[in-house]
């Protein structure tokens, strides 16, 4: 299927899912995130600023500064982060824009396609940043179980 989330979609989920599993340690500086995401600083500017703008995360500055929430992971969804760095879920221009074609009043395609947005719109609503980290940390301690010896 050609539905793709972009990577300034990918890595800002990533990046908001290391500020969600190190909230408890306070601000986190991006040159850590970068690390341990293996994202480079300088993309992860590309990130931060939009999430910053839309009061999805807050900056800190000087000693001991860097990123944080700015609500909890459990009331930061999915579609808040790709909204923000992906825009709207509109998956063809005539759905959220009639105008854009002269078939769209009489169009059962355009139908179709406006329910399977409002579908996905729906799933991104419903997938918290609280669920993913609870999702990651699950991963890595059955993927540590496996390798007891």
Request: with cysteine.
């Given at each position: 299927?050609?539905?793709?989330?972009?990577?300034?979609?990918?890595?800002?989920?990533?990046?908001m899912?290391?500020?969600?599993?190190?909230e408890?340690?306070g601000?986190?500086?991006?040159?850590?995130?970068?690390?341990?995401?293996?994202?480079?600083?300088?993309?992860?500017?590309?990130v931060?600023?939009?999430?910053?703008?839309?009061?999805?995360?807050?900056?800190?500055?000087?000693?001991g500064?860097?990123?944080?929430?700015?609500?909890?992971?459990?009331?930061?969804?999915?579609?808040?982060?790709?909204?923000?760095?992906?825009?709207?879920?509109?998956?063809?221009?005539?759905?959220?824009?009639?105008?854009?074609?002269?078939?769209?009043?009489?169009?059962?395609?355009?139908?179709?396609?406006?329910?399977?947005?409002?579908?996905?719109?729906?799933?991104?609503?419903?997938?918290?940043?609280?669920?993913m980290?609870?999702?990651?940390?699950?991963?890595?301690?059955?993927?540590?179980?496996?390798?007891?010896?």
């Amino acid at each position: 299927m050609a539905m793709k989330v972009s990577s300034k979609g990918r890595y800002g989920v990533r990046f908001m899912m290391d500020l969600a599993t190190h909230e408890k340690e306070g601000n986190v500086t991006l040159r850590e995130i970068s690390r341990r995401q293996a994202i480079s600083e300088k993309y992860l500017w590309q990130v931060v600023n939009p999430l910053k703008k839309e009061g999805l995360i807050r900056a800190v500055a000087g000693p001991g500064g860097g990123f944080a929430l700015a609500r909890a992971p459990a009331a930061i969804t999915l579609g808040d982060i790709l909204g923000v760095l992906e825009g709207d879920s509109a998956l063809v221009a005539c759905t959220d824009e009639p105008a854009a074609c002269p078939r769209s009043n009489a169009c059962a395609a355009r139908e179709v396609w406006k329910e399977v947005a409002q579908k996905l719109t729906g799933i991104l609503a419903s997938i918290t940043l609280a669920g993913m980290v609870e999702r990651q940390r699950a991963m890595e301690q059955r993927s540590a179980k496996e390798y007891c010896i």
